[in-house]
Nanobody, 128 residues
C-alpha cells in the first residue's frame, strides 16, 4: 500500500506560479511511475503529467505543455509539479497518483484506471 499526500495548492493570480508536492510513503518509491491529474468542478478528472521511474522521461497533456514541469526526487520519495503561467482554466483539485505497472516501449499511463494509488488532492484556484 502506498500513501500519497499532496501539498502546495492555493490561490494565485493568472500568470502566476505554484509548485505542488506529493510525498509518498512507499519504501520502493522509485518503482512507481508517478502522475498528476486534475478535476475541475463539474468535470471529469483529467491527466496532466507523468514521469518515469528514474525521472528521465516526462509526458504532458497538450493543455499544460510548455507551462508545467513534472519532476521527482527518489531520495525524498517526492514528486513535484511546477506550474507556471497559470490560467483560470487551470483551477481544479490536483491529485497525484502512483502506477506500479511496467509498460513496454515509450508508453506512459494517462488513464485513471491505470494508476493504483491516489492522494487526497490539493486545491488550486487561479483568479483572473
Amino acid at each position: 500500500q502506498v500513501q500519497l499526500v499532496e501539498s502546495g495548492g492555493g490561490l494565485v493570480q493568472a500568470g502566476g506560479s505554484l509548485r505542488l508536492s506529493c510525498a509518498a510513503s512507499a519504501r520502493t518509491f522509485s518503482s512507481y511511475v508517478m502522475g498528476w491529474f486534475r478535476q475541475a468542478p463539474g468535470k471529469v478528472r483529467e491527466f496532466v503529467a507523468a514521469i518515469s521511474r528514474s525521472g528521465g522521461n516526462t509526458y504532458y497533456a497538450d493543455s499544460v505543455k510548455g507551462r508545467f514541469t513534472i519532476s521527482r526526487d527518489n531520495a525524498k520519495n517526492t514528486v513535484y509539479l511546477q506550474m507556471n503561467s497559470l490560467k483560470p482554466e487551470d483551477t481544479a483539485v490536483y491529485y497525484c497518483a502512483a502506477d506500479s505497472t511496467y509498460y513496454s516501449g515509450s508508453y506512459y499511463p494517462d488513464r485513471l484506471y491505470e494508476y493504483d494509488f491516489w492522494g487526497q488532492g490539493t486545491q488550486v484556484t487561479v483568479s483572473s
